[in-house]
């Protein structure tokens, strides 16, 4: 008798824990349809029968559908913001092209020397403002992922022989020498966007050196290449060098007609985006180093 109830025990052991697997097999299988549903983005909650899901289930049905709610949420606000920027950038644009088109209309009129000054500071201001306005653009799309940047294994001679020929003439009308290295070294990176970051650094190099050479050359690592813009400007003091990648900094020392501050934050997003990273060596009185790095 003893026997027949240790096997009886030993059989209804059996039997939970064959339950108790089966059961946890359901489970596993009914949260797996739910994650591929999610992931489709195709989840509903009322798709589940709460009275015959297990507490677990129960609980990751409300989570995946408090997660599809906000992804929703999200998307509509992406959606909102693309189109608060694509109507800011419509609304600027004609009234900015005007004032710039109507300065330089009267830039060729023959004007006293007071109101012809007046005349170059209002093209000055517009044209910075013109400058703010597609750098806020395109902040705030790479920001909010509704502009993404496409990495691809490029040659690096390209991009930097199209930077020094964009602005070989703006370093001339400064008595500057712009000098570019050639190289064969090549990297994975967006070319347009790439492009934009490297030229703000240049423009930026030619803004604040008054005399000299500006230098544009490349060295390859075995992880990262990196581009190395140098000037002979008044180099940047060391108390400033972790502020100047911020956006809206401008040095204390920079003159009114210099910068609105934020193309090297812009070029240090861009290039965050594309796995790269940027950084600044100076000697102040001789000049500064710009050495932005891209992944190979």
Known sequence: MGIAVILLCFLAAAVIVFWNQRKARKTMETIEKMLDAAMAGSFSESGFDESKLSALETKFAHYLSAAETSSRNVAQ????????????????????????????????????????????????????????????????????????????????????????????????????????????????????????????????????????????????????ARIDISDTGPGIPESERSKIFTRFYRSKNAGEQEGVGIGLYLARQILSGEGGYIKVSSIPGKGSTFSVFLPK
């Not at 294994?153 to 930077?163: E, V």
């Not at 490297?198 to 030619?206: E, F, K, Q, R, T």
């Open 77 to 224: 606000e992406k959606d909102r913001i693309k189109s608060l920027i694509a109507d800011i950038s419509h609304q600027t644009k004609t009234p900015i092209a005007n004032l710039l088109l109507y300065s330089e209309l009267l830039m060729e009129e023959d004007l006293p020397p007071s109101a012809k000054a007046n005349v170059d500071a209002l093209y000055d201001q517009a044209e910075k403002l013109r400058f703010l306005i597609d750098s806020l653009v395109k902040l705030s799309r790479l920001e909010n992922g509704i502009l993404s940047l496409s990495p691809q294994p490029t040659a690096l001679q390209p991009l930097l022989g199209g930077i020094a020929e964009q602005y070989a003439a703006k370093a001339a009308e400064k008595g500057l020498s712009l000098q570019l290295h050639d190289t064969d070294t090549a990297a994975t990176f967006d070319m347009k966007w790439t492009a934009e970051a490297l030229a703000n650094v240049v423009d930026n190099a030619i803004k604040y050196t008054e005399h000299g050479v500006i230098t544009i050359s490349a060295v390859s690592y075995e992880m990262f």
